[in-house]
């Protein structure tokens, strides 16, 4: 073979192989791109009761929910309508309770992890010593175990988080163990935080339950910058987002809407609370830390 055509066939070859290559490499960024490691339901603010049809419409929300076919749901708290007044009674707070048990029958087959919110504690009970009292009688009735843990899936590791203390705050001795259990990750773990008030809220301004231990948590989070992705919350009833240091903060609104009421004059439609309206969120996880979340409408 002459020398040119030697070198003209070799260059043929080599630019044969470097597209294919290349098309490789585009094929396997798409494959990644398209294919989450986890789907995550985010359901958050339910306020479950017997009233104005609220069992039947929370039903009819969690088939929706079920559509997606999440990995599991994650669920940011105020399961009950509330427990926490001074007038609430016992009856009334096992009333509550066991509907929840009840609702949740359509999504028994996923596993759900809970956060403990401001309205499912009963602090109106008769003494500290009953055992309906305060945040461990909630523990029981959601099913988790304790008022703050972790756990792992396919390589992302989330932590739920406990902030019914003075001031929504984390007490010494979850703070402690939070700082434990991201030291104790591999470096670049993807990490989600799930609590029931907001740690950092573009809505804070306007509508209270941020927590007051933010800019600790901030400094905690920006130590472990490699690891902490996401941190989720309820709450406000309100949907936000904001991004801080690499973090993305999303407050996922609420389920329940405006209380499962049609509101009031102020909002922006039936069923909302202020601008937001009544929904759950569904996010897709990807195995180097990225993240999608996307807040979806639902109908009361």
């Known amino acids: ?3 040119r055509n030697f070198i003209q066939n070799l260059s043929l070859t080599t630019a044969a192989i470097t597209t294919a290559q290349i098309s490789k490499a585009a094929e396997t960024a798409s494959f990644k791109k398209s294919s989450p490691v986890l789907t995550v339901a985010h359901i958050t603010d339910v306020h479950i009761r017997p009233d104005e049809d609220v069992p039947a419409r929370y039903k009819k929300c969690l088939e929706a929910v079920k559509k997606h076919k999440p990995d599991f749901i994650l669920n940011g708290g105020d399961s009950i309508h509330d427990a926490s007044y001074d007038n609430v009674k016992r009856e009334r707070v096992t009333e509550l309770w066991d509907l929840w048990d009840d609702c ?9 992890y809970s956060c403990i919110g401001n309205h499912d504690i009963w602090w109106a009970a008769p003494s500290k ?7 461990n009688y909630v523990t029981k009735r959601l099913k988790i175990p304790n008022r703050y843990y972790s756990f792992s899936k396919k390589g992302w590791h989330f932590i739920v988080l406990d902030g019914n203390n003075k001031g929504i705050t984390l007490d010494e001795e979850q703070l402690r163990w939070l700082e434990n259990d991201l030291n104790s990750l591999a470096a670049n773990t993807p990490v989600l935080l799930m609590s029931h008030y907001p740690i950092l809220t573009v809505t804070g ?3 209270g339950g941020q927590h007051g231990d ?9 130590k472990h910058k490699d690891k902490v992705k996401v941190c989720l919350s309820g709450h406000q009833h309100l949907l936000d987002r904001a991004w801080y240091n690499d973090v993305h903060y999303f407050c996922n609104g609420a389920m329940s809407g405006f ?10 439609a039936p069923y909302y609370y202020q601008e937001t309206a009544p929904g759950y969120a569904i996010l897709k996880l990807y195995a180097d830390g990225s993240v999608e979340n996307e807040y979806i409408e639902h109908k009361l």
């Not at 499962?260 to 909002?267: A, I, R």
């Open 1 to 3: 073979m002459k020398r």
């Open 104 to 112: 949740c029958k359509p999504i028994q087959q996923y596993e759900m």
């Open 129 to 135: 010593e009953d055992e309906m009292y305060g945040v």
């Open 205 to 207: 301004s306007w509508e």
């Open 214 to 222: 933010h800019k600790q948590l901030k400094q905690l989070f920006y």
């Open 259 to 268: 209380w499962w009421g049609k509101g009031d004059t102020k909002s922006a």
